[in-house]
């Protein structure tokens, strides 16, 4: 360890931060973080990187992180010895299973932890405990997109590659701040618009800086995208301008597909959606006239009440044209955290063992019985939605949270709070005292992703390693470590000596990941699943045909179901999504006093219009109210919003006021809370 504060080291890492996936070395000296630097052979980013991955890394040498386990004594933390807190938890869920059965429990994975850790997180709860009560946040963003892929092309990740969103004719974006959300890819977009020519057309309520630069950027109502995206493809095919070679091939149910259309008329579209016909007419003809199509969506379609139906449809209109099983083309739901993609890749989900086979499936589970010498949960477990809702119901009576503050992120958080105080017991794990953990029973220091080995898996699935830069700070371990250690407190016998071992036995039963092994992610190389047993990756997917028994796609016929309107009680509409020098619930980025100087906090967007309307100037402080909750926040006047709509950063500094007025409604196929659909009334306190 001397040796190593002397000398400069240069170490391979992904960043921690969004679902782009950048990879660098990052330069340490001692615990300290000199530099991260980018390389040419980055398969994500080539040299770039965004000021999250560039200076965000002072939350690792916080002063707040965790040293130490943590055991509740009434109203305050102990520090403990993990032996002490290890047994504890052997003790307390063992007797919660004897009395009140495994489906007691519950499990939230970290989409921030390794795809290693997702895993042997799902076999704990699996193997040890016996609940398939397992989830992550993908639950707050993108399960409706994969809901939609599933539903249309068997597949729930992005078509091909960020290179082919490069190289389209044509990148539709919808409900994506890009370039906050996911900055690198925003500037590989805004390279090929000026030397290559590529067309881009914006689709968001609120105009942000793609918006801005965008060849056309169109404001449909909230909620409305299924409106127009299905009036356009009807119009299309009216036309005679779809794709009916590439259908006739590779597409089933075009049929009752197209009778399913009749109802999205142009004017139907014009009254539900704001776009005058002759703008629902002029999208239609830019997109068929363009060989090469790719979407690419975000939170701003999928957390809605019909956020997979919306995904969807957007599937549908690529399949109606042809623009699947080739470069440039395709589906791009983009993914938000580093490893969201991962975690539900490696089986931290309620209905899917790992790589995406269900836990219904005999077969499929008797493969993991017999490997793991041990009968498994055959039916769905819990979703985040459903366990919240079932601790309430007084069913479900532990839980156990790695790295996520589900207490600040979650919606209408006063609701998930008051679940918390109902727990017989709570376990987190986690680098910081989170919001989450002062609810917990048990806290155990977990470490963060430059002191741990493993493989992080981006939005174009695209599996990558990171190596430990630092040795583990204190008495804090790696989430796959502990998580070991706690199964052979149970009396499991995992016997990982590192994630390498994990990652082997993880592809030795999921066929997705079948060719996966360290040696061939050496370094900066990568592999895109699926992955072949002979190690052939795929970077575009469906080159063989679509993952059905008969290999072809599906249209799936949809209802576009209004259900949510303002009041006269509340009258507005409040969005929310990411800024560009903060992630998340902030937790992280907040630890950076650079970025924290240039955005101390989140500010209330609002339109010149509605500020005129309330005689509100810059720096007013109001109070929000829903059906939910309150929130106090201040003002800032911005034409980025118009209207009587609003705009609230969810990233906030821990205090999370989006998520006082976020309520309980969800979108009606993967419970993915409706985030995006709240209505509010709006107090004046302090004119400015
Ligand atoms: Fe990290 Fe995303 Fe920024 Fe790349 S774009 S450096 S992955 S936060």
């Known amino acids: 360890a001397d040796m190593r504060e002397e000398r400069i080291n240069k170490t391979k890492t992904v960043c921690t931060y969004c679902g782009v996936g950048c990879s660098f070395d990052v330069w340490t000296k001692g615990r300290k973080v000199l530099k991260v630097e980018p390389q040419p052979a980055s398969p994500a980013n080539d040299i770039s990187t965004c000021i999250k991955g560039k200076f965000g890394w002072d939350y690792v040498t916080s002063e707040e992180r965790l040293t130490k386990p943590l055991i509740r004594e009434g109203d305050y933390f102990r520090e403990a010895e993990w032996e002490e807190a290890l047994m504890k938890i052997y003790k307390e869920m063992t007797a919660l299973k004897t009395n009140h059965g495994a489906d007691s429990i519950g499990f939230i994975s970290s989409s921030k932890a390794t795809n290693e850790e997702s895993y042997v997180m799902q076999k704990f709860a699996r193997q040890v405990i016996g609940t398939n009560n397992i989830d992550n946040c993908s639950r707050y963003c993108q399960s409706p997109a994969t809901k939609g892929l599933f539903r249309t092309v068997g597949h729930g990740g992005d078509a091909g590659s960020i290179d082919d969103i490069a190289s389209a004719d044509l990148v539709i974006t919808i409900g994506s701040n890009t370039a906050e959300s996911h900055p690198v890819l925003a500037s590989r ?12 057309l914006v689709f968001d309520i609120r105009q942000h800086e793609m918006a801005k630069r965008a060849d056309a950027f169109y404001r449909p109502y909230p909620g409305s995208d299924l409106v127009w995206i299905s009036a356009v493809t009807k119009y299309m095919i009216d036309q005679g301008w779809h794709d009916e070679a590439f259908i006739k091939e590779n597409v089933n149910g075009f049929e009752a597909f197209y009778d399913s259309l009749a109802s999205y008329t142009l004017e139907f579209a014009e009254m539900n959606t704001g776009l005058d016909k002759e703008v629902i007419k002029e999208i239609a003809q830019t997109i068929s006239q363009q060989d090469k199509v790719a979407i690419c969506w975000a939170m701003g379609v999928t957390q809605h009440q019909q956020g997979s139906d919306t995904s969807t449809a957007i599937s549908n209109l690529l399949l109606a044209t042809g623009n699947y099983r080739k470069h440039g083309a395709g589906a791009y739901p983009l993914r938000g955290h580093n490893n969201v993609q991962g975690c539900s890749d490696f089986g931290s989900i309620p209905n899917f063992m790992p790589g995406y086979e269900f836990v219904t499936d005999d077969e499929v589970r008797s493969r993991y019985e017999e490997k793991w010498g041990h009968p498994l949960p055959n039916e769905d477990g819990k979703d985040n939605h459903e366990m919240i809702r079932s601790i309430h119901d007084g069913d479900l009576r532990a839980m156990f949270v790695l790295g996520e503050d589900t207490g600040v992120v979650d919606s ?7 679940a918390f105080e109902k727990l017989d017991f709570f376990v987190v794990q986690d680098l910081f005292l989170t919001k989450t953990a002062e609810y917990a029973d048990v806290v155990l220091p977990a470490c963060s992703s430059l002191e741990k080995e493993g493989t992080f898996t ?10 430990r830069a630092l040795e583990p700070l204190e008495d804090t371990k790696p989430d796959w470590e502990i998580l070991t250690l706690l199964a052979k407190q149970f009396g499991y016998d995992w016997d990982y000596q590192s994630p390498a071992d994990i990652m082997e036995e993880a592809a030795s039963l999921a066929p997705l990941f079948a060719g996966v092994t360290y040696e061939r992610l050496e370094g900066y190389n990568s592999l895109q699943w699926p992955v072949a047993p002979d190690g052939t990756d795929t970077p575009l997917l469906y080159t063989e045909g679509f993952p059905f028994a008969d290999g072809k796609a599906r249209f799936y016929p949809l209802t576009y179901e209004p259900n949510y309107e303002l009041s006269e009680t509340f009258d507005l509409h409040i969005n929310n999504g990411r800024l560009l020098e903060h992630f998340h619930e902030g937790n992280m980025t907040y630890k950076s006093p650079g970025i924290t100087r240039k955005t101390p906090s989140a500010f209330l967007e609002v339109s010149e219009e509605l500020a005129k309307e309330r005689g509100m100037k810059e720096g007013a402080l109001v109070k929000l109210t829903s059906n939910a909750g309150e929130a106090t926040v201040t003002v800032t006047v911005t034409d980025r ?7 609230l950063p969810l990233n906030d500094n821990g205090k999370s006021a989006v998520n006082l007025l976020t309520d309980n409604s969800v979108d009606k196929d993967t419970n993915t809370p409706a985030y995006k659909e709240i209505a509010v009334s709006l107090e004046v306190l302090r004119k400015q």
């Not at 209408?412 to 008051?418: E, K, L, M, S």
């Open 458 to 467: 981006n939005t174009e699935r695209r599996i990558q390693r990171l190596y």
């Open 641 to 647: 919003v118009q209207g009587n709509q609003l705009y």
């Open 189 to 200: 977009m805004k390279r090929s618009q000026k030397l290559s020519n590529q067309k881009l």
């Open 412 to 418: 209408n958080i006063n609701y998930v709070t008051a």
